[in-house]
Structures are given as C-alpha cells and as structure tokens.
C-alpha cells in the first residue's frame, strides 16, 4: 500500500511563500505510474484539487486560482512531490492535502484514494 506524508505547512504573510513536500512510499511515484496531486480544503467545503502531475511526461494541471503562483514537481531520486506556493493570499489558507492514484493511459483520475494526513497553511497579517 502506499504511504504519503506532508510537511511544509505554516503561518505567513500575504504574498509570502511556502513550499510544500510529500514523500510517496512503497516504491515512488513511478514505480506504479502514479498521479500526484495537492487539494485544499476549508472548513465546511470539500476538497478542491490545486495541482497534479502526470507520470510519464510530467504534464502538469492546475486549477485556475492558482495558475502562475503555485508548481508542482516531482524529484523522483526522493520519492518526492513538492508544491511550491509563491504570492500567497489570504484565500489560500487551507488544510492542504497529498494525493495519490494510478494514471490512466493519458490522464490523472478524477478521484484519488490515497491521501496524506494535511498540512496547515494559514495566509495572514
């Protein structure tokens, strides 16, 4: 079974900068042709997917909120997925969430059963 775990989370100012990771157990992501991908959630909303990246060529996809301040790549001597998050708003502040499931032949799925833990990020003065 795979094992994600998140860490990054934190306090920061509007229009500062976090990076997230999640360290992808049992053989990495490729070793299954996983998807990646990071969603957030706020209290009382479902979860909404920022990021993913595609296994084989990591084609990338974000959600439109987050187009041109957030990155998603992968380091696959690490077994690593990291969100970079630059310019950060206050409507950014979310539990954020590592999520993992196999590809398809040319896509990400649409539902993800793997999931980490959360880490907290809260955008404020």
């Known amino acids: 079974n795979l094992a994600l775990a998140e860490s990054g989370g934190g306090s920061v100012q509007p229009g500062g900068s976090l990076r997230l990771a999640c360290v992808v157990s049992t053989g990495g992501p490729d070793r299954y042709r996983l998807c990646m991908a990071w969603f957030r959630q706020t209290p009382g909303n479902q979860r909404v997917r920022v990021a993913r990246i595609f296994p084989d060529n990591g084609d990338t996809l974000y959600d439109d909120s987050v187009k041109g301040r957030f990155t998603i790549t992968r380091d696959r001597a690490t077994n690593t997925v990291y969100l970079q998050m630059n310019n950060l708003k206050p409507e950014d502040s979310a539990v954020y969430y590592c999520?993992?499931?196999?590809?398809?032949?040319?896509?990400?799925?649409?539902?993800?059963?793997?999931w980490g833990q959360g880490t907290l990020v809260t955008v404020a003065s």
């Open positions: 999520a993992a499931d196999r590809a398809l032949i040319e896509n990400c799925p649409e539902q993800y059963n793997h």
